[in-house]
DNA sequence: TGATGGATTAGCT
DNA sequence: GCTAATCCATCAG
C-alpha cells in the first residue's frame, strides 16, 4: 500500500483499513492478519488519543509521515499498534484492534497460546500485536517499504454495507463519536467494553 | 519527586 | 462480573 492512499484523516482511514492485511516477518516466520476491527484516534481535536496534550516522545511517531507503524506499551505489560496517518504536521492514527490470522496460524498460535480461537484471530488490540511479534522495536517502522519487518499489504475490499460504526472501546473521553469500524460478522471482533474509571484499584496492606 | 491510572487480557468466582 | 499483573507518561505538589 502506498504512502498517498495513508495519508488522509484517520477517520475514513481507518475504514479503509479493515480488510487489507498487516504482515510481519520476523526470525522464526511470518505471519499474516486481515484487519476485522480498528478504531480512528484524531489527534488535536481529539480528548482521547495520545497527541491531545502535545508532542512527546512517546507519541512522536505521530507527527511523522503517514504509513509508519506507531507503537505504545499499556498496562504495564501490553503494546497496541497504530497506523500513521494525515501527513507532516498533522497528527492522528488508526488503531488495529483485532484480526483473522490468514497466514502463519502456527506461529501466531505459538505466540499466544492462552489466545482464543486456536491462532485464527487475533481479537483484542494487544492480541494482534504479540501474534504478530510486534513490540516496542517496530515504533517507528515504515509499513510502505518492502524491506521492512511489518508491512501493509492491500487485501479483498469490504463492501461497506459490511462495515459498521460504533463508539469506541476503553475510552472514557467523546464516547459519542462513532469511530470504531469492524467487519459485521467476523469472528475477530472484541467485544465492547465502555471506557470510564478504572475498575476499583485495591491496594495491598 | 511521587502518585496515579491507562486505547488490556486472562483467569477465577 | 471482578481482579491481578505491572511499566511509564503525565500531572500535582
Known sequence: MGREELAVDPVPLARRLLGCVLEARGDD??????????????????????????????????????????????????????????????????????????????????????????????????????????????NGVDLTDAGSPVRLLAGRPVPSDRIHAGPRVGVAAAMDVPWRFWIAGSPAVSTYRRGGRARTRVRRP
Open 29 to 138: 516466520g511470518v505471519v499474516r492478519v486481515r484487519l476485522a476491527e480498528v478504531e480512528a484516534y484524531r489527534g488535536l481535536d481529539d480528548p482521547a488519543s495520545h497527541c491531545y496534550r502535545g508532542r512527546t516522545a512517546r507519541n512522536e511517531v505521530m507527527w511523522g509521515p503517514a504509513g509508519h507503524l506507531y507503537v505504545y506499551f499499556v498496562y504495564g505489560m501490553h503494546f497496541c499498534a497504530n497506523i500513521v496517518g494525515l501527513s507532516d504536521g498533522e497528527p492522528g492514527a488508526v488503531l488495529l484492534r483485532a484480526g483473522e490470522v490468514v497466514e502463519g496460524r502456527e506461529l501466531a498460535a505459538s505466540r499466544r497460546p492462552t489466545a482464543r480461537g486456536g491462532g485464527a484471530v487475533a481479537k483484542g488490540p494487544a492480541v494482534l500485536t504479540s501474534v504478530l511479534g510486534i513490540d516496542r522495536s517496530h
